[in-house]
């Protein structure tokens, strides 16, 4: 059962175009995380969300996390050729057995 | 500062030879330790966790094992691959499982 829906699965753009990106579940988690992959490379941390309907920036990128805790969003501004990736949410469930769930992934590319 | 060294980088192993896969980390003490695949540059699966020496936890029963000789030491092991074996390999490390993950930068494992 894949707990985190990431969508869109594939995305390609220009640069300078704008972006969201979503995850997407049933179930209510403690708190959100979003990492960004490069080819050949670790999964790395952007940017974790705790409180229901929270927004963080990170310059050209903005996640919120919803209200009810069970998805979040990622909007990129004017998008930038170093921004292509594979951006992947993961959430940490809640109860007596914590895990960190991962989303398959949305791959972005961003042509110059 | 902490860092993660996961080695090799890549290797190709016939069917039915052992593997063996090393990370280590530095600059930080008595880490939860973990072993991730990922297919084809999409989703993390997790194969093992360890929250203490000796101490591991099989998310996924397979042809692999996993062992914590030392604090700061992972390593991945099979007796005898199996061509489903191959993929991308991440050790990761975090504080606690409410906290991050770091990641090391892979193996590519290509069984043939």
């Known amino acids: 059962t894949q707990l985190l829906e990431q969508s869109p699965q594939f995305l390609s753009i220009q640069e300078g175009e704008n972006l969201t990106v979503y995850c997407n579940s049933s179930?209510?988690?403690?708190?959100l995380q979003w990492y960004r992959q490069e080819p050949g490379e670790g999964p790395v941390l952007l940017v974790t969300?705790?409180?229901?309907?929270e927004v963080k920036k990170l310059k050209r990128l903005t996640f919120q996390f919803g209200d009810a805790r069970k998805d979040s969003s990622l909007h990129i501004t004017a998008a930038q050729p170093g921004d292509t990736g594979l951006y992947l949410c993961?959430?940490?469930?809640?109860?007596?057995?914590?895990?960190?769930?991962f989303g398959k992934g949305t791959k972005l590319t961003v042509n110059p | 500062s902490q860092t993660i060294h996961q080695w090799p980088a890549t290797l190709v192993q016939p069917v039915g030879s052992p593997l063996s896969l090393e990370c280590t980390v530095e600059?930080?003490?008595?880490?939860?330790l973990y072993w991730y695949r990922q297919a084809a540059g999409r989703g993390l699966q997790l194969l093992f966790y360890?929250?203490?020496?000796?101490?591991i936890s099989s998310e996924v029963p397979q042809n692999l094992s996993a062992s914590r000789p030392q604090d700061r030491q992972f390593i991945l092991s099979s007796k005898k691959l199996l061509l489903s074996d191959s993929g991308f390999y991440l050790c990761?490390?975090?504080?606690?499982?409410?906290?991050?993950?770091?990641f090391g930068n892979g193996t590519r494992l290509t069984v043939t």
């Open positions: 990761a490390w975090s504080s606690s499982f409410r906290t991050p993950l770091h």
């Open positions: 179930s209510v988690f403690s708190s």
């Open positions: 969300v705790v409180t229901g309907g």
């Open positions: 993961a959430g940490l469930t809640q109860g007596g057995s914590e895990k960190l769930v």
């Open positions: 600059g930080t003490s008595n880490p939860n």
């Open positions: 360890s929250v203490g020496i000796g101490q």
